[in-house]
């Protein structure tokens, strides 16, 4: 069957480290993977789409690679901020054409001060 | 410009009632999708509507039921509610190109506790 994994446990790291949190996916041939950021009691917020033949994308702190070989995506924040703190959830295109997205559990990420 | 809105925001039924739940997309935005997620786990596609037409259909009983309307806002209905569709309910619409690299932006959803 088909399965999207997060890190389950919460990530905890250091201001001003990068924080990695990882997405892997079987059984799945996605065409695009994208991430989004959730806070509490929000919707999730689009953060960055990578396509299957680009391995690197960045923007501004943040940077995704998109490993189809190994099934994985990294998503890094690198000088990471206590406001960085939130749920990054990745999600999947189910190939259907119509922008319909199977998402991961997603990774709570704490940045201390 | 105004993101996707939802409403209510908040919404307590008992077992057996029906709800509708409301959304309004982004300006321009044609498509409108409908996600549920439960505490602790991802969103899980529900239905997505682009001009007015069923597109998509995730893997939810008949229960379930959705439309959209010639001004692009989708009302959501969950018939004979069970504990079990205590959830967040987010509405996302997307600038369709017929294709699956649009990016989804959400509403902040309506949470609906069933008692």
Redesign the interface.
Known sequence: SQK?EQNSEALNIQEGKTATLTCNYTNYSP??L?W?RQDP??????LL?I?ENEKEKRKERLKVTFDTTLKQSLFHITASQPADSATY?C?L??????????????TMLLVSP | DAG?TQSPTHLIKTRGQHVTLRCSPISGHK?V?W?QQVL??????IF?Y?EKEE??RGNFPDRFSARQFPNYSSELNVNALLLGDSALY?C?S?L?T????????????T?LTVT
């Open positions: 999207i065409a695009y994208q989004y009691g929000r919707g999730p917020v689009f789409l396509r959830l999600a295109d189910m190939l259907t054409g119509y922008s319909t997205l199977t998402f991961g559990k997603g | 996707v498509s999708s996600y602790g786990q991802g969103p899980q596609f997505q682009y597109r998509g987010l996302a997307s369709e017929g294709n699956s690299n649009s990016p989804l932006h959400f509403g902040n959803g949470r």
